[in-house]
Nanobody, 125 residues
Framework: QVQLVESGGGLVQAGGSLRLGCAAS????????MGWFRQAPGKEREFVAS????????SSSDSVKGRFTISRDNAKNTVYLQMNSLKPEDTAVYYC??????????????????WGQGTQVTVSS
């Protein structure tokens, strides 16, 4: 059974930093795309960042570009999201995602078939 378990969420002041982690178990994703999405109350789930299987290619949304960095450690089957210069509008539940089908860092929900339970990130002003 495949599981994705997120960690690292919490409450932080605007301008602060958090690092999210997502550990996968049940199968290896070392050749597959992994990513982060987020969902704020009353809004649809939106793309944040993704990384290809090799780790050499990444994609990120315009709203987080220059502030968030995605990385992965294939030896640990883990993907990370370093979030700097956080803003109140970054407040959301952050979900880890993994694809068993694609190696490229796609940006749409439909490209990912495994999801974590989510971790809350709250940024106070």
């Amino acid at each position: 059974q495949v599981q994705l378990v997120e960690s690292g969420g919490g409450l932080v002041q605007a301008g602060g930093s958090l690092r999210l982690g997502c550990a996968a178990s049940g199968r290896t994703f070392s050749k597959n795309a992994m990513g982060w999405f987020r969902q704020a109350p009353g809004k649809e789930r939106e793309f944040v960042a993704s990384i290809g299987g090799s780790g050499s290619t990444t994609s990120s949304s315009d709203s987080v570009k220059g502030r968030f960095t995605i990385s992965r450690d294939n030896a640990k089957n883990t993907v990370y999201l370093q979030m700097n210069s956080l803003k109140p509008e970054d407040t959301a539940v952050y979900y880890c995602a993994a694809s068993s089908l694609y190696s490229a860092p796609f940006t749409q929900v439909g490209h990912y078939n495994y999801w974590g339970q989510g971790t809350q990130v709250t940024v106070s002003s």
